[in-house]
Structures are given as C-alpha cells and as structure tokens.
C-alpha cells in the first residue's frame, strides 16, 4: 500500500468526488499513553502535553464534520506548539453503515495514517451525502480509498475483513458504555465537556462547571477562537 502524508492527502483530496458505501494531569503512561489514554487510542501530539483533548465522534455525524473543519485547526496549532495531545474515539452516529465503513478504512491503513484517512473523511463528508443521495456513493467510496492508496483489491479486502468490522463495533460498544450519548463529545483533561444555559445563551461547562476566562464565559460553538480559548483556559489551569 503506498504511504502518504495528511499534506499529501489533503491535496489529493481536492481533486476527488466523494465518498462511502452505503448504509451509514497527570503523568505518562508507562507505554506511552497519556494519563487519560487506553490501549487501542488513536492520538496524535506529545504524550506530555499540558492538555490532552478526547473526542468521540462519527465520520458520518454532521456536528462532528463542522468541527473538524471549524475548531479542529486549533488543535492542530496546539498540537504543532506541544500544548496539546488529541485522542480520537469511534462511535457510530449519523448515518451508521457509512460511519462503519469509513473507520474500517482507516483502521485497515497504515497505524501512523489513521487519522490522516479520518481527516480525509471528514473533508469529503458534504460529497459524502451528495453522493449516497444519488445513490453513488459505494463508487465514491472506492475513489477516496484509491486516494488514501488502496488497491481496488486491497479495498474489497477490507471492507470484508471481519477482525476489523468486530473492532469497529468494539469501540463504539465501548463509547457506549463510557457514557457518551451524542457526537462529537469531549473530555479535556479528564473533565467532560457540556452544554449549559448561560448569561448570553449556551455555554460550554467541564463536569458541570462553566469555562470563563478573561473573556467571559466560553461559548458552545466549534470555531476556531472558541477552541483556542478552550485550550488556553486548560493549559492555564494544568500549569497552576
């Protein structure tokens, strides 16, 4: 299977249609996880960073889809300066069949490029439905694992391996029983990130508290301000 970058599949990935088949702190670990890290996470950022972001989420989940094109860039940037670990949770939201066959794609590449298919997929989500409401969208599908450096072979293998099916449902067998109830979710820093009613509509709260910083209370949006706020309240707090 030919490897690429997230560089190099972003690139790519502006030039294709869309997708899928149808259906849809605390210390280090001793293995190099994260405090807040369990065997079979997908993180990417220093293991040592001030704050680690979990997300749960679908790659068919149109919440999720505006985060990723929102609020995702700065975690990106937190990541590229060390401030941030991102792990990333599988559950099967939205339209279920597609979100299924979307991780079986990514977990069926390379370990070092799951996130980077993941990252694929949520930029062709929009042609993803365009796509499946035409009735196309198994072809579409094929074209962005052609993309990702599949082999047509390579793809019907996958989409048919059952070890990867089982870990798929796995995991969103195990966000269920963590509590999660919609995507995306998020704990920061082992604090799980809600919604509550504030002075100037809803706000984000961390285990029932509100996220103010100099500001003001944080708002519950996913633009980018609104995370790079996030992220600086937590670092803050994390280095006393």
């Known amino acids: 299977m030919t490897t690429f970058t997230r560089r190099a599949l972003t690139l790519a990935a502006a030039t294709v249609g869309a997708m899928m088949l149808t259906a849809c702190s605390g210390g280090d670990a001793p293995d190099g996880r994260s405090a807040y890290e369990r065997a079979g996470d997908r993180a990417e950022g220093q293991v040592d960073a001030p704050v680690t972001i979990i997300e749960y989420a679908s790659t ?31 559950m099967l939201t939205g339209q279920p069949n597609l979100a299924r066959a979307g991780f079986m794609l990514a977990r069926c590449a390379p370990e070092d490029q799951y996130l980077d298919v993941i990252d694929l997929l949520f930029e062709q989500q929009r042609a993803l439905f365009s796509a499946m409401q035409q009735g196309n969208a198994q072809g579409q599908f094929q074209t962005i694992a052609r993309t990702a450096g599949f082999s047509d072979e390579e793809f019907r293998a996958c989409m048919t391996n059952q ?4 870990a798929v449902e796995d995991a969103n067998l195990q966000a269920v029983r963590d509590g999660i109830t919609s995507t995306p979710s998020f704990i920061i820093n082992g604090q799980t990130l809600d919604i509550q009613s504030g002075a100037e509509g809803q706000v984000y709260a961390a285990d029932g508290e509100v996220l103010v910083d100099d500001e003001g209370e944080i708002p519950a949006q996913f633009d980018r301000d609104t995370w790079d706020r996030i992220i600086a309240l937590f670092k803050a707090r994390a280095e006393g």
């Open 163 to 166: 070890d990867v099916l089982e």
């Open 60 to 90: 068919s989940c149109g919440g999720c889809g505006a985060f990723h094109e929102q609020g995702k860039a700065a975690i990106d940037d937190g990541i590229e300066r060390g401030d941030v670990r991102f792990v990333f949770r599988e």
